[in-house]
Every structure is written in structure tokens, then in C-alpha cells.
T-cell receptor, first 114, second 114 residues
Framework: DGGITQSPKYLFRKEGQNVTLSCEQNLNHDAMYWYRQDPGQGLRLIYYSQIVNDFQKGDIAEGYSVSREKKESFPLTVTSAQKNPTAFYLC?????????????FGQGTRLTVV | DAKTTQPPSMDCAEGRAANLPCNHSTISGNEYVYWYRQIHSQGPQYIIH???NNETNEMASLIITEDRKSSTLILPHATLRDTAVYYCIVRVAHYGGSQGNLIFGKGTKLSVKP
């Protein structure tokens, strides 16, 4: 089935370690996004990519890094520089940057840093 | 920042219509209104979107006022499974750049009660 897959669903890391969250889509979408959600809050944009080998910072990019080497994949690395990494992370994709289309979301990765 | 205003919470009786309001008084002519919902600990799910005209699909109806400054999402026969946070988002219909990104507010928490 076509869709967007995030893995793992739950992730635990020790403070000071970098961790990479996976996001894969087989929808042939050009654009991909990473959001962060804290309890009781809406989603905040971390990074986005409109096309392979290109990505842009969102509203809260500090302490995060991404790559877009393949159209299907947009991994997010939470670095040790991120002060409050514990959160629910959501990946999304859409056919293009801003046309009259909807974005599809993965089921999220809940990261807990102890 | 989100360009929409929604009530933080609403209740609805099972089987009745749920009418969720959204104000977007600063909406531009090339911005669409999108609705997503998020069931607890899952990724947001696309519901419907529209520009000027009212829209209907198998999930819901979207009523947009003539001046486009507000809209209402209607779930015609709410069920317990419709309990979720509903997000109203305005999104520029323009290819490329950050303008097509979805900017989420805190949404409306809809509780459907038996």
C-alpha cells in the first residue's frame, strides 16, 4: 500500500546522544516535512524539503539536521544541541510545495530522552 | 504563527451534527482553507479543503463564508470515533518556497459523547 512510514514508533535515548528518526514515503511526493508536537500543543515545523538535495529550515530548526538524498527518504537527526528533544515527531509529504493538494502524515515517532 | 482562530474545545452528542467554527479574517485571495484532525497519539488526517465554494466529501462538509473570513467544518452524524483535535489551516496555493507549508495552531478538541 502507498503511504508514509515513520520508524520506530517509540525511541529512547540518553541525554547527549544524537538520534536519527526515519521517514520513508512511496507516494512519489516531491515535498517532505518534519514537525514537532509537544503535549497539548499544535505542530511546529522543523525542516522541509521541496525537492531532492534541497531543504529549508522551518520555525524551530535549531538542534536538528536533515538530509534529502533520495526522493523517498527524509531522515531527521536530533542532535545533542537540541535542548528539549523529548517530543512527538511527525513526518509528512505532499505532491508539491504548495499546490491545491493535501499533505499526508506518518504515524509519528515518540522520542524520550532521559 | 497560525493565521486561524478556533475554540479550544467543543462537545457533541453522538449521532448529531458537529459544527466546528474557524476564523481566518486575514486570509488572502490565494489561500485555501484546510481541515485536518488528529486522534490521540496519531498523525494528523486530512479531512477536506476549499477555496471559495462549499465542499463536501465522504467525511465532512466545509462551509466558507462569502467574505472568506470564516468557515465551518460539519461532521453530519458524529460518532465516538470522531473524538479528536481538529485543525483549521490556511495554506497558500503557490508552488515552491515556504508558502505552501501547513502552519498548525492548537485546534479544537472535539469530544463526542454517547
Amino acid at each position: 500500500d502507498g503511504g508514509i512510514t515513520q520508524s520506530p514508533k517509540y525511541l529512547f535515548r540518553k541525554e547527549g546522544q544524537n538520534v536519527t528518526l526515519s521517514c520513508e514515503q512511496n507516494l512519489n511526493h516531491d515535498a517532505m516535512y518534519w514537525y514537532r508536537q509537544d503535549p497539548g500543543q499544535g505542530l511546529r515545523l522543523i525542516y522541509y524539503s521541496q525537492i531532492v538535495n534541497d531543504f529549508q529550515k522551518g520555525d524551530i530548526a535549531e538542534g536538528y539536521s536533515v538530509s534529502r538524498e533520495k526522493k523517498e527518504s527524509f531522515p531527521l537527526t536530533v542532535t545533542s544541541a537540541q535542548k528539549n528533544p523529548t517530543a512527538f515527531y511527525l513526518c509528512a509529504s505532499s505532491p508539491s510545495g504548495g499546490w491545491n493538494t493535501e499533505a499526508f502524515f506518518g504515524q509519528g515517532t515518540r522520542l524520550t530522552v532521559v | 504563527d497560525a493565521k486561524t482562530t478556533q475554540p479550544p474545545s467543543m462537545d457533541c452528542a453522538e449521532g448529531r451534527a458537529a459544527n466546528l467554527p474557524c476564523n481566518h479574517s486575514t486570509i488572502s485571495g490565494n489561500e485555501y482553507v484546510y481541515w485536518y484532525r488528529q486522534i490521540h497519539s496519531q498523525g494528523p488526517q486530512y479531512i477536506i479543503h476549499g477555496l471559495k465554494n462549499n465542499e463536501t466529501n465522504e467525511m465532512a462538509s466545509l462551509i466558507i463564508t462569502e467574505d472568506r473570513k470564516s468557515s465551518t467544518l460539519i461532521l453530519p452524524h458524529a460518532t465516538l470515533r470522531d473524538t479528536a483535535v481538529y485543525y483549521c489551516i490556511v495554506r497558500v496555493a503557490h508552488y515552491g518556497g515556504s508558502q505552501g507549508n501547513l502552519i498548525f495552531g492548537k485546534g479544537t478538541k472535539l469530544s463526542v459523547k454517547p
